[in-house]
T-cell receptor
Framework: GAGVSQSPRYKVAKRGQDVALRCDPI?????LFWYQQALGQGPEFLTY????????KSGLPSDRFFAERPEGSVSTLKIQRTQQEDSAVYLC???????????????FGEGSWLTVV | GESVGLHLPTLSVQEGDNSIINCAYS??????FIWYKQESGKGPQFIID?????DKRQGQRVTVLLNKTVKHLSLQIAATQPGDSAVYFC?????????FGSGTKLNVKP
């Protein structure tokens, strides 16, 4: 499809397990964002890439969270030793522009729903 | 960090009525704001935006009002339809980061 694609859509992990969430942005999009959305809350910023460069990772909650975008296209968010508080929807968004100066240029995926049991 | 909050967590309206969803923000230096709609199981979808040099902007059936004096945003939806049922978020944008509020759920009764 033409939109931002995320996989898996649903993931159940046992506490302590490592997980990897994949984001396929819209082809040619320069900017890529990861957000975490807890149940009943608004999305919270995790990290931002411009091409392959991770320009901001200030929102990553702990060193168990790691994101990469090695070729400036597909991105992976990895969570090591998952904890119950990691249960959330992880949203990826991409944009063809470098600066989020226009909201209608940013496209969100449907998210990866992570449940840690 | 930024703080963007909403006054009403749930809003129920009759189909055909107008809806008003409110939002407060904390950073007086913010100069760009966006309203998003999020349906169940989907990612946020852009509705309308406004910059701080404006106090009103209109789209198709939607209007956003910005009151910088009291740091308040509102989203007005005219002739609300069942398809408008969703959670609505306001967000302020600073340095490529979107700071979202906790959302208002809009229920449209037929």
């Amino acid at each position: 499809g033409a939109g931002v694609s995320q996989s898996p859509r649903y993931k159940v992990a046992k506490r302590g397990q490592d997980v990897a969430l994949r984001c396929d942005p819209i082809s040619g999009h320069v900017s890529l964002f990861w957000y975490q959305q807890a149940l009943g809350q608004g999305p919270e910023f995790l990290t931002y890439f411009q091409n392959e460069a991770q320009l901001d990772k200030s929102g990553l909650p702990s060193d168990r969270f790691f994101a990469e975008r090695p070729e400036g296209s597909v991105s992976t968010l990895k969570i090591q030793r998952t904890q119950q508080e990691d249960s959330a929807v992880y949203l990826c968004a991409s944009s063809p522009v470098e600066n989020a100066n226009s909201g209608n240029t940013i496209y969100f995926g449907e998210g990866s729903w992570l449940t840690v049991v | 960090g930024e703080s963007v909050g909403l006054h009403l967590p749930t809003l129920s309206v009759q189909e055909g009525d107008n809806s008003i969803i409110n939002c407060a923000y904390s950073n007086s230096a913010s100069d760009y704001f966006i309203w998003y709609k999020q349906e169940s199981g989907k990612g946020p979808q852009f509705i309308i935006d406004i910059r701080s040099n404006m106090d009103k902007r209109q789209g198709q059936r939607v209007t956003v009002l910005l009151n910088k004096t009291v740091k308040h945003l509102s989203l007005q939806i005219a002739a609300t339809q069942p398809g408008d049922s969703a959670v609505y978020f306001c967000a302020e944008v600073n340095f490529n980061k979107f700071y979202f509020g906790s959302g208002t759920k809009l229920n449209v009764k037929p």
